[in-house]
Nanobody
Framework: VQLQASGGGLVQTGDSLRLSCAAS????????IGWFRQAPGREREWVGA????????GYADSVKGRFTISRDNARNTVYLQMNSLKPEDTAVYYC?????????????????WGKGTLVTVSS
């Protein structure tokens, strides 16, 4: 499975962005998908995840209420809608395919990782 994250860019505080994570090679409709991010000089952290059907999501406290994950299994694509962006959201964002239908915070539960897309939020 290859993952391609896209949609990053330079925005201002309070703006919105929608990231996409397109999978190729095989369908990922039976897998949970997670989003992670890594800010400069910091460890990678979990942002949120969505289950295989798109019915259940979970988010880190730092993004809860601002970020929304959705998926379109027909397109083999997962989205991360980011609203009310803050400078502390600046990071490279990665998507990852979980080992099973439901995935969480644990990176060891993810098998395939995309290369990431950079989001920069200016103050």
């Amino acid at each position: 499975v290859q993952l391609q994250a896209s949609g990053g860019g330079l925005v201002q505080t309070g703006d919105s962005l929608r990231l996409s994570c397109a999978a190729s090679g095989r369908a990922v409709s039976n897998n949970g998908i997670g989003w992670f991010r890594q800010a400069p000089g910091r460890e990678r952290e979990w942002v949120g995840a969505i289950d295989w059907r798109g019915r259940s999501t979970g988010y880190a406290d730092s993004v809860k209420g601002r970020f929304t994950i959705s998926r379109d299994n027909a397109r083999n694509t997962v989205y991360l809608q980011m609203n009310s962006l803050k400078p502390e959201d600046t990071a490279v964002y990665y998507c990852a395919v979980g080992l099973g239908p439901i995935s969480g915070k644990d990176e060891s539960r993810y098998r395939y990782w995309g290369k990431g897309t950079l989001v920069t939020v200016s103050s």
